[in-house]
């Protein structure tokens, strides 16, 4: 049996006690148009599982990025159907405890249970068709001590994780953020990552709307992990350096200057700062590409003040944050897309990050962190709240 098939055992165990279930609650239930309903309940649960094995054993590393893009659309159909039967058996087994000290079952409990499984449904397809589409203007005054006078009130516009190849070749959503973002008329506007999913032709289609982009100070990126290749079965190692070369050559065309372990410095008349920017340093299984020593071959604890371009957070959290001889006043990060779910200022993603999305402060206050999280989509081709978002930025002398 092959590894992916033992991994997604478990859940084609689950789906089939939950198809079991729901199979049963029909034959019991459905009086009328019974000889529809009791052969289709059976027959597409049959249909759904071979569905989930085909897709799941489809090759992810290969194919061009339409088959890629057709796959996550083919795996979020599927699970907008079973996580809202997930809840309607939930709920529907809670209709069922008064039996256990009286005869009868909850009034009304099958139509809860079915009426709170299409609710989650039209949510998940309102993440897919709506939301993804929308944009979240993230408005935040930073305080970073030191700070020329040249520089304060400098707005810093900050975005992350395009996966532009999860929009294919339709550019509308790209060219929408792009004119929102200039519209905020920013100083400097940053790229914290991940610009496509798995190869760098993904974004040829989005070159003309990228290159749109206009701030005083220019447009400033780095690497997400996403942006190496990792993601794809190349056919030669040297395939893969062209698509890396390919990347650089792309950023620079669209006149955004990617800042691979290096810093900028930024000045405005007699004062300066400094912009660094390095390559993705994460937590496993991410691979480990940057060097903040390299990017600022400085002493990290002089006295200029400092912006770093790092795009996974655990980055700061690891060897930034309450660090005496790092002198790095704001992280820009992204990554964690808070998993594409927040609902109530609340995000699954809290269980694989602490700081998943917003801003953070370490204990002493003098190291801040803030996590954008992210305009595209990775995985399933939706947000279900998680707002595609555009971050306002604007820096401040501490004061005293």
Known sequence: MRLPLLLILPLLILNALVDWYICRAVWRRCRRGASFWRPASLWSSVAFAVYFIVLILWPKRQGDNAQLLGLMWALYAYFSVYIPKYVFVILDLIGKIPALWRSRRLPGSTAVASGAALLVFAVMWWGALINRYSLDVNEIDVEIPGLPSSFDGMRVVQISDLH?????????????????????????????????????D????????????????????????????????????????????????????????????????????????????????????????????????????????????????????????????????????????????????????????????????????????YVNIGDGEVGIPARIGATPEITVITLQAARK
């Not at 550019?171 to 798995?198: M, Y």
């Not at 289609?205 to 206009?214: D, I, T, W, Y």
């Not at 447009?219 to 040297?238: C, K, M």
């Open 164 to 200: 532009v190849g999860s929009f294919g070749e339709n550019t509308a959503f790209v060219e929408k953020l792009v004119s929102k973002i200039n519209s905020l008329e920013p100083d400097i506007i940053v790229f914290t990552g991940d610009l496509v999913n798995r190869r760098t």
């Open 202 to 369: 993904e974004a040829l289609p989005f070159k003309e709307a990228l290159s749109r982009l206009r701030a005083p100070f220019g447009v400033y990126s780095i690497l997400g992990n996403h942006d190496y290749g990792d993601y794809y079965a190349w056919d030669t190692p040297e395939d893969k350096v062209r698509n890396m070369d390919m990347m650089k050559e792309l950023q620079a065309a669209i006149g955004w200057k990617l800042l691979n372990n290096a810093t900028e410095i930024l000045s405005a008349g007699p004062d300066s700062i400094a912009l660094i920017g390095v390559e993705n340093i994460g937590d496993p299984p991410f691979p480990v590409y940057g060097d903040l020593e390299e990017a600022y071959p400085g002493d990290l604890a002089d006295g200029m003040p400092k912006i770093l371009l790092s795009h996974n957070p655990a980055h700061w959290e690891d060897d930034i944050a309450d660090s005496p001889d790092k002198n790095i006043a704001l992280t820009l990060s992204g990554h964690t897309h808070a998993m594409q779910i927040e609902l109530l200022g609340w995000s699954p993603a809290v269980f694989r990050y602490d700081k998943w999305g917003g801003l953070y402060t370490d204990s002493d206050g003098s190291h801040s962190m």
